[in-house]
Nanobody, 122 residues
Framework: QVQLVESGGGLVQPGGSLRLSCVASGNIFRLYAMGWYRRAPGKQRELVATITSGGGTAMYAESVKGRFTISRDNAKNTVDLQMTSLKPEDTAVFYC???????????????WGQGTLVTVSS
């Protein structure tokens, strides 16, 4: 009903930048909050950034504040994560998240992408 597909991951050197993108598709009636999570090797999944439906309010994990920027384009059903000053500890699989209402439904569901790997290494 709702599919999220991430792209943009890869190998980057410390201090480098990457932009992750996520596009939502399917029988979507509404997209509410969207965001990015990540799971580093041996760690729990953590919330990286979220953005409200109108794009006016963003929240970031303390570890990425000042380095990452989340944005969305509601006309395209996309959410991006611009990552700068990357550190080895940023290495993780990044997952796109969206809270969505499927056409014909009356309540929202949580949708997840399959993830894209970001590796920060020299």
């Amino acid at each position: 009903q709702v599919q999220l597909v991430e792209s943009g991951g890869g190998l980057v050197q410390p201090g480098g930048s990457l932009r992750l993108s996520c596009v939502a598709s399917g029988n979507i009636f509404r997209l509410y909050a969207m965001g990015w999570y990540r799971r580093a090797p041996g760690k729990q999944r953590e919330l990286v950034a979220t953005i409200t439906s109108g794009g006016g309010t963003a929240m970031y994990a303390e570890s990425v504040k000042g380095r990452f920027t989340i944005s969305r384009d509601n006309a395209k059903n996309t959410v991006d994560l611009q990552m700068t000053s990357l550190k080895p500890e940023d290495t993780a699989v990044f997952y796109c998240y969206a809270r969505a209402v499927v056409a014909g439904d009356t309540s929202a569901l949580d949708a997840w992408g399959q993830g894209t790997l970001v590796t920060v290494s020299s």
